[in-house]
């Protein structure tokens, strides 16, 4: 017998505090500055509502909460503009959390979920600030996880990369793409027997510690890949080899497929469209560069 699960998606949005990324809180507030910099923040705020919002916009399964979790001390024209667009997303919640540990942040969202006194089950899923997912991940989500025990995971390893052309072009390039375990759109089954989120965990290696569910079928995601990621360790090596790829003999068959997974999966976006995304975010250097919120 099924059961009704309610769906969470769960996306940091410049976050000032202890998580996976590489902008942790220091003494000096060093880290504080980079991570709330003019530039970064419009170029951030231009992925998010070119590639991120739109995805979750066109979801044929409106049915879900996505959490948008930032920190308190984020400046007040930031704030703004992240409640301005995300009242565009039905089921959008904004948080300015005063916690730097992100399981604490997010605690809050998980009791509400398993809502009356923790005796329920729901779901969870991760999600990235410049990435994307296929329209009909939030259907397929729900329509997988509604039997799955508590503390499985649900993995989408097939998507769509997106890259600069080179490090001095001012262009993007995709190409189709594939990781088991992918933190993209990564879900949790939970309940009041595990009630992590979905970022408290390393992604890759949760097959060794919780069951797995894997779904290869279709591209369920967008990622962005660039040399301002916030989880920058092995970006260069990443882009490079992408580089590479990009000019072998199998870029014409990228071409052609990436064409084929917009077009039925992400129909608010055209190849073109997509790899510009990533040069006219190169060229923004403030937020003035940004349109207002309509």
């Not at 409640?83 to 959390?97: M, T």
Request: aromatic residues 10%; positive net charge; glycine residues 6%.
């Amino acid at each position: 017998m099924f059961d009704h699960r309610p769906i969470y998606g769960h996306i940091r949005f410049s976050f000032y505090g202890f998580t996976d990324t590489r902008l942790k809180p220091d003494p000096d507030d060093s880290a504080l500055a980079e991570l709330y910099d003019e530039t970064r923040m419009a170029r951030r705020f231009f992925l998010f509502e070119n590639l991120t919002l739109p995805s979750l916009i066109a979801q044929t399964d409106r049915d879900f909460t996505t959490v948008l979790m930032s920190s308190d001390v984020m400046p007040d024209r930031f704030k703004d503009r992240l409640v301005a667009l995300a009242a565009r997303l039905p089921g959008a919640v904004v948080e300015f959390s005063a916690s730097r540990r992100g399981d604490l942040a997010f605690r809050k969202f998980i009791a509400e979920s398993l809502a009356p006194r923790m005796s329920g089950t729901a779901v969870h899923f991760r999600l990235d600030d410049d990435d994307a997912l296929a329209m009909s991940y939030i259907a397929r989500l729900r329509q997988i996880s509604q039997t799955l025990p508590p503390s499985t995971h649900i993995c989408f390893p097939s998507g769509i990369m997106l890259f600069p052309s080179g490090r001095d072009e001012p262009s993007g390039a995709s190409m189709p793409h594939q990781r088991f375990l992918t933190a993209i759109g990564l879900a949790t089954v939970n309940s009041a027997r595990f009630t992590k989120n979905p970022f408290q965990m390393m992604h890759s290696n949760v097959w060794t510690r919780w069951p797995v569910i894997s779904d290869p079928s279709f591209p369920a995601f967008i990622r962005t890949q660039h040399f301002a990621n916030d989880t920058a360790a092995k970006q260069d090596r990443i882009v490079s080899g992408l580089q590479r790829e990009r000019f072998s003999r199998r870029a014409g068959r990228y071409t052609t497929a990436v064409e084929a997974m917009l077009a039925q999966h992400y129909p608010f976006l055209t190849r073109e469209r997509l790899d510009g995304l990533l040069g006219e975010s190169l060229a923004i250097r403030g937020m003035a560069d940004l349109p207002p919120v309509g």
